[in-house]
Structures are given as structure tokens and as C-alpha cells.
């Protein structure tokens, strides 16, 4: 009896230490570091490299299977041989800072057949973006003499009374002396100043713009453009636009004045025509009333391409006052699902603006 508990007790005993060694036979994957900071780099230097140096501290061969980033931005390279015990490796990781200036932040995780199989990495830094040379700043051609930054000016919102001044940059590429000039000939709210009106080769000239929407006597989205001479010679190909949305400023009308303001209000803004022929038009007629306590001015009603609209048939509306706004949608050429809209301005300061639509869908022949 003794003997077999011996006997027993030494075949648990040499089963543990199987276990033992087993579980010590293992490739343990250690990193010097897990996080590298690059500092700050130029987007102009190129791809930024680091390698992560690990060993592998275990008893058996260290496979890495793969590597995966978080960013394509990001490249690793890393030993595709087994590592032995107590030999080291790297991982080499690449960050392509082109087209991304700011900070970043990105991981690489490494999965291999160490006792831990996820490892995660990560890089950091900050990239000091691209200087352009004056190539590249102006790169719009106008009589392939001058060369532009844009040739739009864009005012955003323009205020009656207020004066509006921006300005356009140009380079002269050429080899000779080029005279500039600008024609807006017919808009007596543009003013446009050309400095130098004589420029010398590489030299960068301004175009300085003013704009008095006052002048403009209109409401909403505008837009206008204007064209330059060079050596006397009209421009006609690449003329130079300015938008803007003209609206009256409210900002500083107080709660009384609010109150007593005037009110828009619609049956409905939306349409839905549901199915037409192609050829057969759509008509309908917007109810606009004024629900506020003084006038209510009907200052522009523009439709989008495609619908047209009658003019009501008064634009001033007292108090309790309403009128129609018939709009016609001609669906010749038309197919498929349709959206078209209608603008309308007045001078309600709570809704200045309001978008009508008329939509549905158009079968075609």
C-alpha cells in the first residue's frame, strides 16, 4: 500500500514539473521602449523613421507575425526569421508627414507567439507644414504673363452702409516690364485699384477690390466680375469674380424694436409634385403671409434653374396681409427624382431668408 502511494506521489511530482518546464519553455518579447516622440518635423523633410529595439527574454524562438498600423501614413518593417532566445530584433516604423501638418498620434501593434502576443507601440509629433515657394502661391495664369493665388474674392455677407475692401495678389513671371490695368466698366459699386500698375519681372503686384453693396441694390447671393488689360491688351478668357450675400444687418435692433417687427409666414415650404410625365408642368402657388405688427417687405423672390416664378402681386404686406408666390417647373429635359427651389427675402430679422422647394419625380418618355 506505501508503495504504490510513493509510487503515485512521484508520478504527480514528475507531472508538475512537466507542467512547470513546459510553461517556462516560452518566448517572452521585451521592447526598450514602446513610445517614441519625434519632436517636431518639417513636412518638406520627408518620411520620419524610428526603430524600436526589442529582445526576445525566453526560452524558445520569437516569431513576429505580423505588424499592423493604425494610419496608412505609417510603414513597418520587421524581422521576418525567428528571433533566438536572448537575441534582438527591431522594428522600423516610417511616418510620411506629406499633406498632414499638426500633431499626431499613431500605433503600430505587433502580434507575435511571445507569452504576451499584442504588443502596442506608438509615435508622436508635431509637423511643421509645407512652405510654399511663389510657384506654387501663384499658379493661376491670366495672358500667361501673370500669375495668380485665386481669382475670386468671396465677401461672405455684405451689410448696406458698410464699404467692403479685399485684395488679389498676383506675380509677374514674365521677363519684360507688364502693364496692368482693371476694367469694371458699368458696376458703379466696384472700385478696383491695380498696385503697381507697371510691374517688373518676379515682382508681385495687388489687386485691391472695394465693394458698396449699397450701391449694389440687391438682396441675397450676387455675383459679379470685372476683368484686367495687360499692355493694353483686354483680358476677356479669365475674368476675376466677387461674391457675396447682401443682408440687412439686424444685430442691433433691440427687443422692442423685435417685437414690433415684421413676421413671415408660409402655408408651407415644400411641394412634393409626387410623379409627372417629362413635358408635363408642375405649378403651384406658395401662400406668404405677414403675421408680425408692422410691414413686411417682399425684397427679392429668385428661383433655381429650371422653375420660374410670377412676381406676387404686391411685395409689401401690412399686418394680417397675404399674397401668393406661383412658381412653374417646365420638366421638358428633366428625368428621374427632382429638387428645385425658390429664394425669398424680405425683411423679417428672425428669417430673413427662406428657401421654398418643389420636388417629386419625372418619368421620361
Known amino acids: 500500500m506505501m508503495k504504490r502511494i510513493l509510487i503515485s506521489g512521484f508520478a504527480c511530482a514528475m507531472l508538475l514539473i512537466g507542467i512547470v518546464d513546459a510553461q517556462s519553455q516560452v518566448a517572452r518579447i521585451y521592447f526598450k521602449d514602446s513610445n517614441h516622440d519625434y519632436g517636431v518635423i518639417k513636412e518638406d523633410d520627408g518620411v520620419a523613421y524610428y526603430e524600436f529595439q526589442f529582445s526576445n527574454t525566453g526560452s524558445t524562438p520569437l516569431i513576429i507575425q505580423r505588424v499592423e498600423t493604425s494610419c496608412g501614413c505609417t510603414t513597418p518593417d520587421w524581422p521576418k526569421e525567428p528571433i533566438a532566445p536572448g537575441k534582438n530584433g527591431r522594428i522600423k516604423v516610417g511616418y510620411n508627414p506629406s499633406g498632414r501638418p499638426g500633431a499626431f498620434s499613431k500605433t503600430i501593434t505587433v502580434y507575435s507567439n511571445a507569452e504576451t502576443p499584442t504588443v502596442i507601440l506608438q509615435i ?54 507688364v502693364k496692368v490695368a482693371a476694367n469694371a466698366g458699368g458696376l458703379n459699386f466696384l472700385t478696383v485699384r491695380v498696385e503697381p500698375q507697371s510691374i517688373k519681372p518676379k515682382q508681385v503686384g495687388n489687386i485691391i477690390v472695394t465693394y458698396d453693396p449699397q450701391k449694389r ?72 403671409k405677414n403675421t408680425g405688427k408692422s410691414d413686411l417687405q417682399i425684397r427679392k423672390v429668385k428661383a433655381s434653374c429650371g422653375c420660374t416664378t410670377v412676381q406676387p402681386s404686391k411685395n409689401i404686406l401690412k399686418p394680417g396681409e397675404s399674397t401668393e408666390i406661383k412658381a412653374l417647373f417646365r420638366t421638358n429635359g428633366y428625368s428621374g427624382r427632382q429638387s428645385k427651389s425658390i429664394t425669398v427675402i424680405t425683411n423679417d430679422p428672425k428669417s430673413s431668408t427662406t428657401v421654398l422647394r418643389l420636388s417629386g419625380n419625372v418619368v421620361k418618355k
Open 124 to 177: 508622436k509629433g508635431e509637423v511643421i507644414p509645407h512652405v510654399k515657394t511663389p510657384d506654387e502661391i501663384f499658379n493661376i495664369s491670366i495672358g500667361g504673363k501673370l500669375y495668380f493665388e485665386k481669382t475670386h474674392i468671396p465677401f461672405s455677407r455684405l451689410f448696406p452702409g458698410k464699404i467692403y475692401t479685399d485684395t488679389l495678389k498676383f506675380m509677374n513671371k514674365s521677363s519684360e516690364v
Open 217 to 288: 441694390n440687391d438682396w441675397g447671393f450676387v455675383m459679379d466680375r470685372f476683368m484686367l488689360s495687360i499692355n493694353d491688351s483686354l483680358i476677356t478668357n479669365t475674368p476675376i469674380s466677387v461674391t457675396g450675400s447682401i443682408e440687412e444687418d439686424y444685430s442691433a435692433l433691440s427687443a422692442s424694436e423685435l417685437e414690433k417687427a415684421p413676421r413671415v409666414e408660409f402655408n408651407t415650404t415644400s411641394y412634393d409634385f409626387g410623379q409627372k410625365a417629362e413635358g408635363e408642368p408642375v405649378e403651384y402657388s406658395f401662400t406668404i
